[in-house]
């Protein structure tokens, strides 16, 4: 598990292995649009503001993955034990 803030909601969600941050966040009453839910159409991209992502969709280029700015919340993790979200 690992612990995603919603820095503008000001909600931090835990999520637990086999849960989306796409879902978890929902769960929160945070909804984030989202469409292909497997990481291929870019509609879920949202900005990281801080922790590092474990990035598991198929658009972003290796720069971008490196960048760490944003992330498909649809698919890809953290790589550590916190995400911090631009939502
Ligand atoms: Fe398509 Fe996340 S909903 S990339």
Redesign the pocket.
């Known amino acids: 598990p690992f612990e995603v803030v919603a820095e503008r909601s000001g909600i931090t969600v835990i999520v637990p292995p086999g849960v989306s941050v796409l879902d978890a966040l929902a769960d929160q009453g945070i909804h984030i649009a989202?469409?292909?839910?497997?990481?291929?159409?870019?509609?879920?991209e949202t900005k990281v503001l801080a922790g590092e992502v474990d990035h598991r969709?198929s658009?972003l280029t290796e720069e971008e993955r490196t960048a760490n700015t944003v992330m498909?919340?649809?698919?890809s993790r953290a790589r550590g034990a916190r995400l911090v979200l631009d939502v």
């Open positions: 989202t469409s292909c839910g497997e990481g291929v159409c870019g509609t879920c969709d658009l498909m919340v649809c698919r």
